[in-house]
Nanobody
Framework: QVQLVESGGGSGQAGGSLRLSCVASGRTFSGGLLGWFRQAPGKERESVATITWTWGFTSYADSVKGRFTISRDSAKNTMYLQMNNLKAEDTAVYYC?????????????????WGQGTQVTVSS
Protein backbone atom coordinates (compact mmCIF):
# COMPACT_ATOMS: atom_id res chain seq x y z
CA GLN A 1 0.00 0.00 0.00
CA VAL A 2 1.21 3.50 -0.85
CA GLN A 3 0.04 6.62 0.95
CA LEU A 4 0.23 9.94 -0.85
CA VAL A 5 -0.07 13.33 0.80
CA GLU A 6 -0.25 16.55 -1.20
CA SER A 7 0.67 20.02 0.03
CA GLY A 8 1.36 23.46 -1.36
CA GLY A 9 -2.05 24.34 -2.72
CA GLY A 10 -3.60 27.72 -2.13
CA SER A 11 -4.51 30.89 -3.93
CA GLY A 12 -2.55 32.68 -6.59
CA GLN A 13 -2.86 35.41 -9.14
CA ALA A 14 -3.04 34.85 -12.87
CA GLY A 15 0.50 34.97 -14.18
CA GLY A 16 1.88 33.89 -10.83
CA SER A 17 3.39 30.64 -9.58
CA LEU A 18 2.67 27.89 -7.08
CA ARG A 19 4.46 24.67 -6.24
CA LEU A 20 2.78 21.49 -5.14
CA SER A 21 4.46 18.64 -3.29
CA CYS A 22 3.47 15.01 -2.87
CA VAL A 23 5.12 12.76 -0.32
CA ALA A 24 4.85 9.01 -0.85
CA SER A 25 5.03 6.71 2.17
CA GLY A 26 4.20 3.13 3.09
CA ARG A 27 5.54 0.49 0.78
CA THR A 28 8.97 1.45 -0.52
CA PHE A 29 8.39 3.06 -3.87
CA SER A 30 11.23 1.61 -5.90
CA GLY A 31 9.80 2.24 -9.32
CA GLY A 32 6.69 2.94 -11.29
CA LEU A 33 4.90 6.08 -12.23
CA LEU A 34 3.75 9.17 -10.35
CA GLY A 35 1.44 11.83 -11.61
CA TRP A 36 -0.62 14.93 -11.01
CA PHE A 37 -4.25 15.13 -11.96
CA ARG A 38 -6.87 17.82 -11.36
CA GLN A 39 -10.60 18.21 -11.14
CA ALA A 40 -12.43 21.49 -11.55
CA PRO A 41 -15.98 21.97 -10.26
CA GLY A 42 -18.48 20.28 -12.53
CA LYS A 43 -15.78 18.69 -14.66
CA GLU A 44 -14.17 15.29 -14.90
CA ARG A 45 -10.78 14.60 -13.43
CA GLU A 46 -8.06 15.14 -15.99
CA SER A 47 -4.38 14.45 -16.28
CA VAL A 48 -1.82 17.20 -15.78
CA ALA A 49 1.62 15.58 -15.82
CA THR A 50 3.30 12.28 -15.00
CA ILE A 51 6.85 11.15 -14.36
CA THR A 52 8.53 7.76 -14.27
CA TRP A 53 10.16 7.29 -10.89
CA THR A 54 13.38 5.61 -12.02
CA TRP A 55 14.26 7.49 -15.21
CA GLY A 56 12.39 10.74 -14.73
CA PHE A 57 10.61 10.55 -18.08
CA THR A 58 7.89 13.18 -18.14
CA SER A 59 4.57 13.57 -19.93
CA TYR A 60 2.34 16.65 -19.95
CA ALA A 61 -1.19 17.52 -20.91
CA ASP A 62 -1.29 20.04 -23.76
CA SER A 63 -3.01 22.58 -21.53
CA VAL A 64 0.01 22.88 -19.21
CA LYS A 65 2.97 22.31 -21.54
CA GLY A 66 5.52 25.08 -21.21
CA ARG A 67 3.98 26.32 -17.95
CA PHE A 68 4.13 23.40 -15.51
CA THR A 69 7.11 21.24 -14.60
CA ILE A 70 6.93 17.90 -12.83
CA SER A 71 9.93 16.55 -10.96
CA ARG A 72 10.83 14.11 -8.21
CA ASP A 73 13.36 13.73 -5.42
CA SER A 74 13.99 10.04 -4.91
CA ALA A 75 15.86 10.54 -1.65
CA LYS A 76 12.83 12.29 -0.15
CA ASN A 77 10.18 10.12 -1.85
CA THR A 78 8.65 13.39 -2.99
CA MET A 79 7.21 14.60 -6.26
CA TYR A 80 6.70 18.23 -7.20
CA LEU A 81 4.63 20.26 -9.62
CA GLN A 82 5.98 23.72 -10.35
CA MET A 83 3.17 25.78 -11.84
CA ASN A 84 4.14 29.01 -13.59
CA ASN A 85 2.13 31.53 -15.57
CA LEU A 86 -1.03 30.39 -13.82
CA LYS A 87 -4.38 30.90 -15.49
CA ALA A 88 -7.88 31.06 -14.02
CA GLU A 89 -8.66 27.78 -15.76
CA ASP A 90 -5.99 26.07 -13.66
CA THR A 91 -8.34 26.39 -10.67
CA ALA A 92 -9.08 22.86 -9.46
CA VAL A 93 -8.39 20.28 -6.80
CA TYR A 94 -5.03 18.73 -7.63
CA TYR A 95 -4.43 15.08 -6.87
CA CYS A 96 -1.23 13.10 -6.60
CA UNK A 97 -1.38 9.53 -7.90
CA UNK A 98 0.92 6.52 -8.13
CA UNK A 99 1.09 3.47 -10.35
CA UNK A 100 3.09 0.25 -10.22
CA UNK A 101 3.44 0.44 -14.00
CA UNK A 102 6.71 1.75 -15.44
CA UNK A 103 5.19 2.72 -18.78
CA UNK A 104 4.71 6.48 -19.24
CA UNK A 105 1.02 7.29 -19.26
CA UNK A 106 -1.43 10.13 -18.73
CA UNK A 107 -4.40 7.78 -18.30
CA UNK A 108 -6.26 7.99 -14.98
CA UNK A 109 -7.11 4.30 -15.14
CA UNK A 110 -3.43 3.35 -15.03
CA UNK A 111 -3.04 4.75 -11.51
CA UNK A 112 -3.72 2.66 -8.42
CA UNK A 113 -3.15 5.01 -5.48
CA TRP A 114 -4.50 8.51 -4.93
CA GLY A 115 -3.97 11.32 -2.47
CA GLN A 116 -6.75 13.38 -0.89
CA GLY A 117 -6.15 16.39 -3.08
CA THR A 118 -5.17 20.01 -2.54
CA GLN A 119 -7.11 23.04 -3.73
CA VAL A 120 -5.55 25.51 -6.16
CA THR A 121 -7.45 28.72 -6.85
CA VAL A 122 -6.24 31.22 -9.43
CA SER A 123 -7.80 34.65 -9.61
CA SER A 124 -7.65 36.78 -12.71
Amino acid sequence: QVQLVESGGGSGQAGGSLRLSCVASGRTFSGGLLGWFRQAPGKERESVATITWTWGFTSYADSVKGRFTISRDSAKNTMYLQMNNLKAEDTAVYYCAASASTIPSLRLGDFDYWGQGTQVTVSS
